[in-house]
């Protein structure tokens, strides 16, 4: 099974930072017939479903503000959220989709300063 | 517009067998994969299994000889069954299409005597 390492586990930040937080794959996600990484990075707010934020590790989905940016190739991803806003706060995962069984990282929750 | 909707009982006696429907619209089970994802309180996500367009499955290794996934694409529904439960397997479980775009509401199950 592919293994994904979040990091931090926690983070905390005032309004108007940016921040950045990782995510390492135990093996490559990035197909070589398509040239894509098979990583998604989901956002996810107390009591709801997570939402997806971006697709192959850098498309953002539709609708999501451009402050979120996903980048990274083969076993090495980060979201980076610029100027974080209250709605921001939440937790984030990333989750492979390279292979089964899918997996997500551990995830990281952004707090409040 | 496409929706998911899981359902299922809210408590499960430990060694009996949860069953969990996903009754979906807006998209054929034909041409996409469901996948189910479930989440212990205050923890993270994990992802169960899914069952592609072809109707073949795919389940997560530690479940799996626990885990079944199925369809009935003439009432546009998938079903969970998981035997054996116990107190751990107590958590929010979600249905999602595979793209990650749309997830349903998840349902809340409790495994407790």
């Known amino acids: 099974d592919i293994v994904m390492t979040q990091s931090p586990s926690s983070l905390a930040v005032s309004a108007g930072e940016t921040v950045t937080i990782n995510c390492k794959s135990s093996?490559?996600?990035?197909?070589?017939?398509?040239?894509?990484?098979?990583l998604a990075w989901y956002q996810q707010k107390p009591g709801q479903s997570p939402k997806l934020l971006i697709y192959?590790?850098?498309t953002r989905q539709s609708g999501v503000p451009d402050r979120f940016i996903g980048s990274g190739s083969g076993t090495d991803f980060t979201l980076t959220i610029s100027s974080v806003q209250a709605e921001d706060l939440a937790i984030y995962y990333c989750?492979?989709?390279?292979?089964?069984?899918?997996?997500f990282g551990a995830g990281t929750k952004l707090e409040l300063k | 517009q496409v929706q998911l909707k899981e359902s299922g009982p809210g408590l499960v006696q430990p060694s009996q067998t949860l069953s969990l429907t996903c009754t979906v619209s807006?998209?054929?089970?034909?041409?996409?994969?469901v996948h189910w994802v479930r989440q212990p309180p205050g923890k993270g996500l994990e992802w169960m299994g899914g069952?592609?367009?072809?109707?073949?499955?795919d389940y997560n290794s530690a479940l799996k000889s626990r885990l079944s996934i199925s369809r009935d694409t003439s009432k546009s529904q998938v079903f969970l069954k998981m035997n054996s439960l116990q107190t751990d397997d107590t958590a929010i479980y979600f249905c999602?299409?595979?793209?990650?775009?749309?997830w349903g509401q998840g349902v809340m199950v409790t495994v407790s005597s």
């Open positions: 192959w590790a850098s």
């Open positions: 989750q492979q989709y390279y292979d089964t069984p899918y997996t």
């Open positions: 069952i592609w367009g072809d109707g073949s499955t």
């Open positions: 807006g998209f054929s089970l034909t041409s996409n994969s």
């Open positions: 093996q490559s996600l990035l197909y070589s017939g398509n040239q894509k990484n098979y």
């Open positions: 999602t299409i595979a793209s990650g775009v749309y």
